[in-house]
């Protein structure tokens, strides 16, 4: 009876991406979210109807054979909102891996891209937000230690600019270009824009301070304290100051910061907003926030929050060269026998080393250790220069 042999394997490399979907499915689920599976496909119609929620316009179409107008999915949060049952009794707590397909934000072809994420649908109230936010904290941490996550709250830009559309009457495309100009962060564009519209000084003090309001959370909610000219700006500062508490009970607070001119789409975000980013990144990695103005569009009458982490994105992460291209490589001569090398290197590869035989070192190939077989007798050399 032939003896089982028991080999060693050496441990398999992973990318940045494959790690986090595995740690972070169950980091998801020991908060109670389910895991959502949906087709790569949904009808045209739903994105067509809704291309403020995307990132881009273009979408990937194709006629199915019963001739519906189909398209690639360019989003996951749109298709969880059209299948979702919860309302303001029952909540849904929901988390996915799906691959989507959108346009290059550089170049001009599209991208498939690899996206994990959560939402939380139903009556999401401070501890459901700040639950929330814990989690893309967490999300971050599990990957790379050097991040910073940035929130804001969409009242304090929007109740300016509606201040603006009562008080000095300007039209939606103003309204929506000072909007960019604020998240732009740039200052000597909107003092141009709003002086040429004829906004009062004191007004156009007030949009010229939103990019300064940024930092700390503490200290930038006492500074953005001095621009409040409404109930609802004050209860958005306040809001974000309960969810910061929660997060520190939470052990999530850890690089949050404050970003008030971070602004979502007005159509359908409402509410706390925020971004992840990796310090070696220059773009962002995780993007969420509220968006029951989105429920509301489908007829729902429900709250709405979650994220989405851009799982691509973390391949351009800085991960440590491995020094050895393989732990052992083991020379032999072209006289020896093939039991004898098949022998050598298999002992080789049972005790979990990367291992090659070759009858001659190949160039650039950087090894830990160098054997020599000769008449099936295996030595280590002193050096592997």
């Given at each position: 009876m032939t003896k089982d042999i028991k080999m060693k394997y050496k441990q398999a490399k992973i990318t940045p991406a494959e790690a986090a979907a595995r740690n972070l499915r169950g980091l998801y689920e020991q908060y109670g979210y389910q895991k959502f599976k949906m087709s790569k496909f949904e009808e045209y119609g739903l994105y067509a109807s809704n291309m403020d929620f995307l990132s881009g316009d273009k979408v990937l179409?194709?006629?199915?054979?019963?001739?519906?107008?189909?398209?690639?999915?360019?989003d996951v949060t749109l298709s969880i909102i059209k299948n979702s049952t919860a309302d303001m009794q029952s909540s849904e707590k929901l988390y996915y891996t799906e691959n989507v397909y959108r346009e290059d934000r550089e170049g001009?072809?599209?991208?498939?891209?690899e996206q994990m994420g959560l939402e939380y649908l139903g009556d999401a109230d401070d501890y459901g937000i700040t639950e929330v936010i814990a989690l893309a904290v967490k999300t971050l941490q599990s990957i790379d230690q050097e991040y910073i996550l940035e929130i804001s709250h969409m009242s304090f830009v929007t109740e300016l600019l509606d201040d603006l559309t009562k008080e000095c009457g300007i039209e939606r495309r103003d309204y929506v270009h000072l909007l960019n100009l604020i998240r732009r962060k740039n200052v000597p564009g909107i003092a141009k824009v709003a002086?040429?519209?004829?906004?009062?000084?004191?007004?156009?003090?007030?949009?010229?301070?939103?990019?300064?309001?940024?930092?700390?959370?503490?200290?930038?909610?006492k500074r953005a304290g001095k621009y409040v000219i409404n109930d609802e700006m004050s209860e958005g500062l306040d809001q974000l100051e309960r969810v910061a508490k929660g997060l520190r009970a939470m052990n999530a607070s850890k690089n949050v910061q404050i970003d008030l001119s971070l602004v979502n789409d007005t159509n359908y975000y409402n509410g706390i907003i925020f971004k992840g980013y990796f310090r070696e990144l220059a773009r962002h990695v995780l993007a969420g926030g509220q968006y029951d103005k989105a429920m509301a569009k489908f007829g729902r009458n429900t709250g709405a929050i979650g994220f989405g982490l851009y799982l691509n994105e973390l391949s351009q992460l800085a991960v440590e060269k491995d020094k050895y291209d393989v732990d052992a490589l083991m020379l032999y001569g072209a006289k020896e026998p093939l039991e004898n090398v098949a022998k050598?290197?298999?002992?080789?590869?049972?005790?979990?080393?990367?291992?090659?035989?070759?009858?001659?070192?190949?160039?650039?190939?950087?090894?830990?250790?160098?054997?020599?077989l000769k008449d099936g007798v295996l030595t280590e050399r002193k050096t592997n220069a």
């Open positions: 179409t194709f006629t199915d054979l019963d001739g519906r107008l189909m398209a690639l999915k360019p001009n072809n599209f991208v498939e891209i002086e040429s519209l004829g906004i009062p000084e004191e007004k156009i003090e007030r949009l010229k301070a939103v990019p300064t309001l940024f930092g700390p959370v503490n200290e930038t909610l050598a290197i298999t002992g080789l590869r049972k005790q979990g080393l990367s291992a090659r035989a070759e009858r001659a070192r190949p160039k650039g190939l950087r090894c830990g250790k160098v054997y020599r």
